[in-house]
């Protein structure tokens, strides 16, 4: 008798579990492509020349920021 009771909480949460499970091995098969951008990153400390960018970067808004304090500076 029991388990007539039980029958109809056990078909509700069969179709969750049965997506559930499926977007979970889908997922961890699932194949990357060819121009995956995980794989593309770069970082600042790279050889193909960010260095170089970022230290112009730097340099930039070191200027700037001087060059704001003159402004200010010569506006008093």
Not at 3 to 10: G, S, T
Not at 15 to 38: K, Q
Not at 60 to 68: N, S, V, W
Request: proline content about 5%; glycine content about 6%; hydrophobic content about 45%.
């Amino acid at each position: 008798m029991i388990l007539y009771w039980i029958v109809p909480y056990l078909l509700v949460a069969a179709l969750p579990t049965i997506v559930l499970l499926s977007v979970m091995l889908g997922g961890c098969t699932m194949t990357r492509t060819a121009g995956d951008p995980i794989r593309e990153l770069s970082f600042h400390s790279d050889p193909n020349g960010r260095a170089e960018e970022l230290i112009t970067e730097l340099k930039r808004r070191e200027i700037r920021a001087e060059l704001q304090r003159t402004i200010d500076e010569a506006q008093r």
